[in-house]
């Protein structure tokens, strides 16, 4: 395997679990994207100091816990405040995370679960999803156009996020075990 | 644990939390640190989401990746290299590259642009709030322009950098403005543009060295020390046009490199090449004035000519350009320092010929924004015809050289093209023409 192969490989699997990491610690997509990217940076960077009898994944944790450590400290921003025990849960959900990236195909696995619940929302909640993710449109914008508060918008959402997180494991494991 | 912190987390997922929601959960994360497998479970169903609907940054490179539809932009022909190229390929490598893209955010809520002019209205995002932009509105460190279909903004940088974001085109622009810290610098920040979908072009000002401006998407990097170029995000690729000098590309799913010079392009998405190519010529614009030019297209500045006082035969240049799918737009400044004035054009765009006559449309009056595609010109006149090379009118004296024997372009201005000293806005007049790209089945001009 050349290293261009195994570059893209490396980035391919690790890519959304990390980026789900990085938003899970800073609530900022973009920033994630960048800390994302320094993370892989780094890891290609220091690719000879990995000890390849070692975990994989907790060598790229390690990393990417760090560079949000620096990120931190370099942010003049306020971020949601992450001690080492959170630190520490967090590094253990997202393990859990990166495992399941180990599958072929889980990411595709997700989406198209991710889908097919999608299709289970009510109507009323699909247009308020579909307002947030495919026009980008703040909950304000959304409330007025459909007559509601913005706080009813949140909520919505956010019982939608919460049953499609269910409703995506679900399907996930029915696809693992049955 | 109960779901009391549902909204909270999921506004903080999706990067609408406020101080006060983040204070709130940072209290939470002090008494219940587990809680924060949670947040990762949020913010999996958020990337997800944002994947679906396509309107993230973060889409998986393991899928099945579409070609880039939308090329298209100009090229000067035989741009000339400048000074600053040498610094720009001196940069280092990909790594010190990569490493240049931690935020300091040490800036946030700074002022860091300014917006020049809007066409067909667009909106500005700062602080989770969105209201619609005006033009001559300060540009924040963390504000974000979303430019509909068919719209475009003006942007102007205190180093003269001028830059459009929007276009022509179908998709929405979402572009935020941000900086960053270069490493081991203490020198400053440089520039950064999320561009999350759509289309910019920009005319970047040298940049100070160390401190390239950063054009970011989802799928590649752009580091420009000083150029012209096109960024275009469709689908999950992301297509560079380089139309002067020199730009480093750094595609994300493998961390690959390229430098694209002017006149060549780029794709940056999962399985395309990865090698610039000559962007290919699309149109044909031959043009020349008396007695000086500035000619731009789509916003975007081609070339100039000055003629000394005195000229009587005006040399017309040739700019091979790419074009735009649908509209595009031919702006020229034109000038008049002594006697007769008059300004002669032809655009080719394969078998069709657009050419200067009194359908072009004219003012003496320089507007914000006069040279953008969409800019609205109902208000200026129809120019004035003063005779083609074949046939002289009265009040036309000038001669075309290398411009084409048989084009029925006429010698335009205003309906006044005799110099008139003291009347410093006879002297210059602005014109403007608009055509489809591919041109309309029909033959006819």
Known sequence: MNHDVWTRAIVEQNQRWLMAYFVAATGNHAESEDLVQETFAQALKNADRFDPSKSFGAWLRGIARNVYLEHRRKSSHRL????????????????????????????????????????????????????????????????SSLGITAMAVDLVLSRARKALVVCVNRKLRTEVHG | MADEYDDLIGRYVHGDATQEDLAELSRVLERNPEIISRFLAAAEIERDLREVYGTVATKSVTRSVPAARKPRSVRRPGAPSNSWIGTATA???????????????????????????????????????????????????????????????LVDFPDRTKM??????????????????????SSGTGKKIRLESG?????????????????????????????QLKVSVENEATRLDVLEGKVRLRRLSDFAVADVKGG???????????????????????????????????????????????????????????????????????????????????IQVGNKRYVTGKDWRCSHNE????????????????????????????????????????SDASWIW????????????????????????????????
């Open chain 2, 414 to 445: 205003s309906d006044n093209n005799m110099f008139a000293p003291g009347r410093d806005s006879e002297n210059t007049v602005f014109f403007r023409f608009s055509f489809d790209f591919p041109p309309p089945l029909s033959s006819s001009h």
């Open chain 2, 367 to 406: 507007e914000l924004g006069w040279s953008a595609i969409n800019f609205n010109d109902s208000h200026w006149s129809n120019a004035a015809e003063y005779g083609t090379e074949r046939n002289e009118r009265p009040k036309k004296h000038a001669k075309a050289a290398r411009f084409p024997m048989d």
């Open chain 1, 80 to 143: 949601v405040a992450l001690n080492d025990a959170a630190l520490d849960h967090l590094d253990l959900a997202a393990a859990a995370s990166e495992e399941m990236h180990t599958v072929p195909g889980y990411g595709e696995s997700r989406i198209d679960a991710l889908k097919d619940c999608l299709e289970s929302l009510s109507e009323r909640t699909a247009e308020v999803v579909k307002r947030r993710y495919l026009k980008n449109q703040p909950s304000k914008a959304i409330a």
């Open chain 2, 264 to 346: 060549e392009f780029l794709v940056a998405s999962k399985d395309a090449d990865f090698s610039p190519r000559a962007i290919p010529p699309e149109g044909r614009i031959i043009i020349t004035c008396d007695d000086r030019y500035e000619l731009f297209l789509n916003g975007v500045k081609l070339g100039q000519r000055d003629f000394p006082k005195g000229t009587w035969f005006f040399d017309a240049q040739t700019y091979d350009v790419g074009l735009l799918k649908g509209k595009n737009t031919v702006a020229i400044r034109g000038g008049n320092i002594d006697n007769i004035a008059g300004l002669i054009a032809e």
């Open chain 2, 164 to 185: 459009t974001v929007g276009s022509t085109g179908n998709d929405e622009t979402i572009a935020l403005f941000d900086e960053y810290s270069p490493p081991n610098s």
């Open chain 2, 199 to 227: 289309v910019m072009t920009a005319e970047v000002s040298p940049q100070p060295k160390g401190r390239p401006m950063l054009v970011t998407t989802s799928r590649a990097t752009a580091e420009v020390v000083g150029t």
């Open chain 2, 91 to 153: 940069v280092a490598a990909v790594i010190v590259i990569v490493a240049a893209f931690v935020l300091s955010a040490r800036g946030q809520g700074a002022v860091i642009a300014h917006v020049a002019a809007t066409v067909n209205g667009a909106m500005l995002i700062r602080d989770g709030d969105e209201s619609p932009l005006q033009s001559d509105t300060d540009v924040h460190i963390g504000d974000k322009l979303r430019v509909p279909a068919r719209a475009a903004v």
